[in-house]
């Protein structure tokens, strides 16, 4: 999977993962939507954001959640 538009910047952010190198984290874009706000909002908020970004976003996240579970 590549995240093109994801990126991670110790100067930006403490280097958590980011949008564009801009300083909108991808946990705020992620949170935003988990509480309920449109894509409409998010770019009210965030007018620099595009579309692909808020995609990429949530792609990220779910990727976070692939992981194993092992149960003994």
């Given at each position: 999977?590549?995240?093109?538009?994801?990126?991670?910047?110790?100067?930006?952010?403490?280097?958590?993962?980011?949008?564009?190198?801009?300083?909108?984290?991808?946990?705020?874009?992620?949170?935003?939507?988990?509480?309920?706000?449109?894509?409409?909002?998010?770019?009210?908020?965030?007018?620099?954001?595009?579309?692909?970004?808020?995609?990429?976003?949530?792609?990220?996240?779910?990727?976070?959640?692939?992981e194993?579970v092992?149960?003994?």
């Amino acid at each position: 999977m590549m995240f093109d538009r994801i990126t991670f910047d110790p100067k930006i952010m403490g280097g958590r993962a980011c949008i564009r190198g801009m300083r909108i984290p991808v946990s705020v874009i992620v949170g935003q939507i988990a509480h309920g706000a449109t894509v409409e909002e998010i770019f009210a908020d965030y007018p620099d954001l595009e579309a692909e970004d808020i995609r990429q976003a949530l792609e990220y996240a779910a990727w976070l959640t692939q992981e194993e579970v092992f149960t003994a």
